[in-house]
């Protein structure tokens, strides 16, 4: 006969394994799903993804100012070429940055964004943007950046955003971590391998 006080330890054995592999799980799943969350609620001032702006056009309009910063470790100057622009809502605007790498050898950066108030996230929608993707710049190269946008009419439709007459659109440039820095050269020699193979057999 199985002794009911070991069959009992294994249960409670068994219990405390499954908290804490449920508790590992959710440590894994909690940043995508708090990236999910922000995204759909533009919660924090998340912007939204767009692949086309709205048929409908308000009358209204909207500022839109713009602002950047550029973490210290990262060695490039980074601004908006424009302070603020006015536009219609569902209407598209193009705004562009600019950056220059004063440092001595190629660097990498990413952008974090958001805009302000924070509770207009949910109705500012990019349709392309530089931040989506990491930026490169050779020693004192310098490019611009754009990003192209709107603000979805609906926004006129929320009691709690009837008081937004200008919304923010801030960028933070960042370097990249060494491991992202170098899956990210390793992805630009692959992709240049092609462009000088062709340029081979044209000679």
Same mark, same amino acid.
Request: net charge negative.
């Given at each position: 006969?199985?002794?009911?006080?070991?069959?009992?330890?294994?249960?409670? /054995?068994?219990?405390?394994?499954?908290?804490?592999?449920?508790?590992?799980?959710?440590?894994?799943?909690?940043?995508?799903?708090?990236? /999910?969350?922000?995204?759909?609620?533009?919660?924090?001032?998340?912007?939204?993804?767009?692949? !086309?702006?709205?048929?409908?056009?308000?009358?209204?309009?909207?500022?839109?100012?713009?602002?950047?910063?550029?973490?210290?470790?990262? +060695?490039?100057?980074?601004?908006?070429? #424009?302070?603020?622009?006015?536009?219609? /809502?569902?209407?598209?605007?193009?705004?562009?940055?600019?950056?220059?790498?004063?440092?001595?050898?190629?660097?990498?950066?990413?952008?974090?964004?958001?805009?302000?108030?924070?509770?207009?996230?949910?109705?500012? !929608?990019?349709?392309?943007?530089?931040?989506?993707?990491? #930026?490169?710049?050779?020693?004192?190269? !310098?490019?611009?950046?754009?990003?192209?946008?709107?603000?979805?009419?609906?926004?006129?439709?929320? +009691?709690?955003?009837?008081?937004?007459?200008?919304?923010?659109?801030?960028?933070?440039?960042? +370097?990249?971590?060494?491991?992202?820095? #170098?899956?990210?050269?390793?992805? /630009?020699?692959?992709?240049?391998?092609?462009? #000088?193979?062709?340029?081979?057999? !044209?000679?």
């Amino acid at each position: 006969m199985a002794d009911p006080l070991k069959a009992r330890n294994r249960r409670v /054995l068994g219990i405390c394994l499954g908290v804490v592999l449920g508790m590992v799980g959710l440590s894994y799943a909690s940043v995508p799903l708090y990236n /999910l969350f922000c995204r759909v609620t533009g919660y924090g001032g998340t912007t939204q993804v767009a692949t !086309s702006a709205p048929t409908e056009i308000s009358d209204r309009t909207i500022k839109v100012r713009f602002d950047a910063s550029t973490n210290p470790d990262l +060695p490039w100057r980074f601004k908006p070429k #424009q302070l603020e622009m006015e536009l219609r /809502l569902g209407e598209t605007g193009l705004a562009f940055y600019e950056a220059t790498n004063h440092g001595a050898v190629r660097s990498w950066g990413t952008a974090t964004f958001n805009v302000t108030p924070q509770k207009v996230g949910q109705y500012f !929608s990019k349709i392309a943007c530089f931040c989506f993707t990491e #930026q490169h710049l050779e020693p004192g190269q !310098s490019i611009d950046m754009p990003v192209t946008f709107f603000v979805d009419p609906r926004i006129a439709d929320d +009691p709690n955003a009837q008081d937004v007459h200008t919304i923010t659109l801030s960028y933070t440039f960042f +370097p990249l971590e060494e491991e992202e820095r #170098q899956r990210a050269e390793r992805s /630009l020699a692959a992709s240049a391998e092609p462009e #000088q193979a062709g340029a081979v057999r !044209s000679q």
